[in-house]
């Protein structure tokens, strides 16, 4: 019997969610920017830190499903998440405002 190599397989799920939290940092960060939001805003919005802002943007936080509905909200946009092989895409598209 063969015994699966789990410690690759480990490895790989590490590289991924690395990648996953990086993507989701980098769109938070540019979103925040296309709005001109300083962190402390952005922070008020979604009725968190400074601290928490910053560490989500630094790829230093565990995000959940809730959270990222409350940072798309505070973002004014919908979260748009692809996750295929190592290319995990993350972005948030801004709504629009009927005319």
């Excluded at 938070?28 to 009725?47: G, H, N, P, S």
């Excluded at 959940?64 to 993350?90: H, K, T, Y």
Aim: hydrophobic share 45%; aromatic share 2%; glycine share 2%.
């Amino acid at each position: 019997m063969v015994e699966p190599d789990v410690s690759r397989h480990s490895v790989t799920d590490a590289r991924t969610e690395i990648r996953l939290a990086m993507a989701l940092a980098e769109a938070v960060y540019r979103r925040r920017i296309d709005l001109r939001l300083a962190q402390a805003e952005l922070a008020d919005r979604a009725r968190l830190t400074r601290v928490e802002i910053s560490r989500i943007e630094g790829s230093d936080a565990t995000l959940s499903l809730p959270l990222m509905m409350v940072l798309a909200r505070a973002l004014e946009a919908s979260l748009r998440v692809s996750i295929d092989d190592d290319n995990p895409q993350v972005s948030f598209v801004p709504h629009v405002d009927p005319v």
